[in-house]
T-cell receptor, first 118, second 113 residues
């Protein structure tokens, strides 16, 4: 079974509108972390946001927020007020288990290509 | 502040050749890892390390070796390059405590002919 599932290969949004990128995950660990990364066409991996499994509140970082629904095992990324520079590939990723043993070991989804239209 | 530095940025190998991809970080991070990214796909973990002298296999370790003799360096060795190893390789590091943020290098584009 896929550990991280991103069901939207491509998404389109109008500039200044909000967009939600879907991510579901599969783990039996109680301790885990969920990440979103942005990869523009230049290829670098840019950290956006992190949510720990024990965090009670949804994570927010500027225009990015993570809609964490633990019972449904979903960790959707919400981008508010989209900008042209948001056009990129977006990856959801998960660290399973405690950080002390997992380190920087992440499992990535296949990504969603977001296009922001003017 | 250099962050995570990968060298080289581009490399072309012939089948059967060996080489080492270099990765160095100057943030005193305990955790380091190597990923590969094939076209249209997410990143897959090759090897990772939770500290100097400690390494372990990830999802796709075959054909690769790693060592971690210092906190700063985590080289990835291709033993006998194969066309299936054509990919973009990313090195990453993170702290042992505090922020969970994973820092990535800029990547190495490797082509095996």
């Amino acid at each position: 079974a896929q550990k991280i599932t991103q069901t939207q290969p491509g998404m389109f949004v109008q500039e200044k509108e909000a967009v939600t990128l879907d991510c579901t995950y599969d783990t039996s660990d109680q301790s885990y972390g969920l990440f979103w990364y942005k990869q523009p066409s230049s290829g670098e991996m840019i950290f956006l946001i992190y949510q720990g499994s024990y965090d009670e509140q949804n994570a927010t970082e500027g225009r990015y927020s993570l809609n964490f629904q633990k019972a449904r095992k979903s960790a959707n990324l919400v981008i508010s007020a989209s900008q042209l520079g948001d056009s990129a590939m977006y990856f959801c990723a998960m660290r399973e288990g405690r950080r002390e043993t997992s380190g920087s070991r992440l499992t990535f989804g296949e990504g969603t290509q977001l296009t922001v239209n003017p | 502040n250099a962050g995570v530095t990968q060298t080289p940025k581009f490399q072309v190998l012939k089948t059967g050749q060996s080489m080492t991809l270099q990765c160095a970080q100057d943030m005193n991070h305990e955790y380091m890892s190597w990923y590969r990214q094939d076209p249209g796909m997410g990143l897959r973990l090759i090897h990772y390390s939770v500290g100097a002298g400690i390494t372990d296999q990830g999802e796709v370790p075959n054909g690769y070796n790693v060592s971690r003799s210092t906190t700063e360096d985590f080289p990835l060795r291709l033993l006998s390059a194969a066309p299936s190893q054509t990919s973009v390789y990313f090195c990453a590091s993170s702290r042992g405590q505090g922020s969970e943020k994973l820092f990535f290098g800029s990547g190495t584009q490797l082509s095996v002919l």
